[in-house]
């Protein structure tokens, strides 16, 4: 009971000390169409998280990238978003953010058909290495998503959907599922529609959604969450049932929000 009251007073003292400037709120919730069709009770709430989320973690610029407080505030709202009704200590184990300017390099090891190794570059926008790992961005990669929707794809969402999926100890495509979640439907669903992917491309069809998802089921769980909050018509066109299950897993219908912010209600 103690523990609640204290945490409860730091919060309280977090967001009377160091709130996100007004001005730069209502830009990310008027410019950045992920926020759009949220109600004013959910923008007050996620701005509370963001600014926790800001002031707990530690942003840090790489290859002479400055991070700036408008740099930060729109990284911690679009992850406070994903989180906004599981709560912010899910991303507990992630306290560095790293920001590069642009899409970075990174060697890695690899095996092959034999077991041999051999050294692979990889060009990303985007990387999250463990679950008490730093989150890499590329920052013209997320700076590009904030004032114009890109349907399937923000780089923020994905990595921190990779925190999410390794909180069962590893990323394998399904994260902890809440008590009234069935385990089998999850895995019904997603098993089927990433077969479907994978089939569509081996067959040379166009992908329903980004072809990159078909890598493993970690990488489909974080894509199609891109999905779920930046283009759910397209997931439940799709993949009802993947759309249905992240739903429930987020519990946020993207879907009527997007409706919404589009009737202009």
Known sequence: MIAKWLEHFRVRRILKRFPI????????MTADPL??????????????????????KYFKGAQGQVVTSEMGAAISA???????????????????????PSAFRVRREAHDELGLVRQEDNVLAGESWSYD??????????EAELSENHPG???????????????????NGMPPLHAEMNRAVWTQAFSQAFEHLQAQLAHYHNPDINSYAATSPAEFFAVTTEYFFTAPKRLKQHFPGVYEQLKQYYRQDTLHRAQSADSGF
């Not at 109600?39 to 926790?52: G, I, P, Q």
């Not at 679009?78 to 590069?100: F, M, P, R, S």
């Not at 923000?154 to 990323?171: P, R, T």
């Open 21 to 28: 400037p007004h001005e730069t709120w209502h830009h990310l």
């Open 78 to 100: 679009q992850a406070a978003l994903l989180v906004l009704n599981l709560g912010l200590d899910t991303l507990d184990g992630c306290n560095d953010i790293i920001v590069y």
């Open 35 to 56: 926020f759009h069709g949220l109600s004013a009770v959910e923008k007050a709430r996620l701005r509370e998280m963001a600014t926790v989320f800001l002031h707990r």
């Open 133 to 142: 790992g730093p989150v890499v961005l590329a920052w013209d990669e997320a």
């Open 153 to 171: 794809h923000n780089v923020v969402l994905h990595e921190f959907a990779h925190k999410l999926d390794m909180l069962n100890g590893k990323a």
